[in-house]
């Protein structure tokens, strides 16, 4: 069983580079759209999840904690269920059926970005708050507006919050729920690496889920990897 | 300290992350517009919302690829169970449902969702086991084969494997284990008795792991078997308790709307044409050395065949494939 098990891996890894190499169209396919959904998810929850996380972090107002308590709980929304909820929302008898996103790579573009925003504005959050006050307070004295202490602290913070964005990035590529209830896993239009390889798995072909497995493996590797580069470039 | 840095550096930094910022955009820009001219490029579409045990074969894709040949249309399976296909269709999600479920195809019809029901394709579920049999079923019919089991594994020799996902699979399973005298959601409370809540494929495997009897339907089962991935046998089939039959369904636009009937129909015509027909009984053939799918719609328009009065007694709605009143102005697809 043990050496069945091995020799099912090192094949899965053999196909996979072969499949990389050769170029298989289908597979490219999958990766480059499961790079531009996950991706463009990224980019949307950025671009709300960031002012909160500065809003949050540098204004103090009541329910603070409990606010900062939600989005900290939300961190391990299952997505199975951020699926069906949004599918509800999203169904055509529902009150967004009639934008007519459902089975579109939009709708697991939004679902996606709903569900990365609880890590980026809570890892943010925390980036920010670890930047000592004597900069926030710096800033001020040096007579800086409110947006210019914000991009001061935010600047410190840099490193933190890049940390925060290639998570929010790692976890929607690497999630299933979502893409299965939003976008279907239409063949050519909301196909993405992980539900092919729910799909082909449940296919039994092992090889192929472990190959396509591998290729999105290595996406979050090298991902990390550059980050962990710049980490120490900075220290 | 990184803020001691030169301010060139930093400078440099930031520009870097602003080229990285603009690239993505730039990339994800590109990919919006190349999504929004696949969907406004005004082809009409087809949502088909089918079961696994059909999906995972590869038919439908072969379907797909015949049809998308001959008609302008493009065709989109989403492959859930066929509980959830059913509630998508209701929902207004798909225009087309492809399940193998009678009963609730027949509640499907009366709640007034479905029209224009076709029966296309049947087979028939295996009940697979290890090699050596330890309950000798094999060769016996469903019901006392389930029977023997029941007694070997309350004597705790034996092991059932359920699907418990309320799929057709499962359902099936439920309404045999009822004509052998038994209720499922008793007989799972018992220890030798075990639920998997999964799919075929995986409960495939934890059966040939556990060396366990189950329900199964052949088309997964042979590629799993073809593939060295489990040992099991079949031990009981090509019962006409184990018949399994394929339908579609069009959605009824003036229930659901926003449905696309007209594609809908285009779409069952080319099911039931002899052309797909073909297809789908040479489906696989050769590489399994028996078809997967048998067509049903000519054998039902003949009548002859032996098999037609099982399909009769077990999918026909009152002696019907579709009671009148659910044709619409369709009634030349039951001539």
Known sequence: MVRKMTSEILEGLRRALELIVSGDPEVLEVTLRSLYVSGTATLLAVSWSIPMGLLISLKNFRGKRILKGFFNALLGIPTVGLGLILYLFLSRSGPFGSLHFLYTPTAIILGQAVLITPILVSFSVSAIESVEPEIRDLAKTLGASESEVSFAVLREALQGVLLAVIAGFNRALAELGVALMLGGNIAGLTRVLTTSIALETARGNFELSIALTIILLSIVFTLNFAVNLLKRERT | ?335
């Open chain 2, 1 to 335: 300290m990184p803020k001691h840095n030169g301010g060139h550096e930093v400078n440099r930094k930031i520009l870097l992350w602003i080229g990285i910022i603009i690239l993505a955009s730039l990339a994800s820009a590109a990919g919006t517009t190349y999504y929004f001219t696949i969907i406004m490029r005004g082809k009409s579409t087809l949502v088909v919302a089918t079961t696994t045990s059909l999906y995972d074969t590869g038919l439908l894709d072969a379907i797909e690829k015949k049809f998308e040949e001959k008609y302008p249309i493009d065709v989109y399976f989403i492959s859930v169970g066929t509980g959830q296909a059913i509630e998508h269709a209701k929902r207004g999600d798909a225009d087309v449902i492809l399940v193998h479920a009678p009963s609730s195809e027949l509640q499907f019809l009366t709640e007034g969702y479905g029209l224009c029901r076709k029966i296309i394709a049947y087979n028939f579920f295996i009940i697979a086991g290890p090699e050596n049999d330890p309950a000798s079923i094999r060769g016996l019919n469903v019901t006392s084969a389930l029977n023997r089991i029941v007694e070997m594994g309350r004597a705790g020799k034996v092991k059932w494997i359920s699907r418990g996902d309320e799929s057709g699979t499962h359902k099936k399973e439920q309404a045999l284990w009822s004509l052998a005298g038994y209720s499922w959601v008793t007989l799972k409370e018992e220890e030798w008795f075990v639920e998997s809540g999964t799919g075929m494929g995986k409960t495939l495997l934890i059966a040939n792991e556990m060396e366990a009897y189950l329900l199964a339907d052949i088309g997964t089962y042979l590629r799993y078997y073809k593939e060295g991935k489990i040992n099991l046998k079949p031990l009981v089939k090509q019962d006409k308790d184990l018949l399994n039959v394929y339908s579609v369904i069009a959605v009824n636009p003036e229930k659901v709307g926003g449905v696309n009937f007209n594609n809908a129909i285009i779409f069952i015509k080319f099911l039931i044409s002899s052309e797909c027909q073909n297809l789908i009984a040479n489906f696989k053939r050769n590489e399994y050395g028996q078809s997967l799918f048998y067509p049903a719609a000519s054998l039902l328009k003949e009548g002859t065949n032996p098999i037609v009065e099982w399909i009769k007694e077990y999918a026909f709605f009152n002696g019907e494939e579709c009671p009148p009143e659910y044709w619409d102005d369709h009634p030349e697809l039951y001539q």
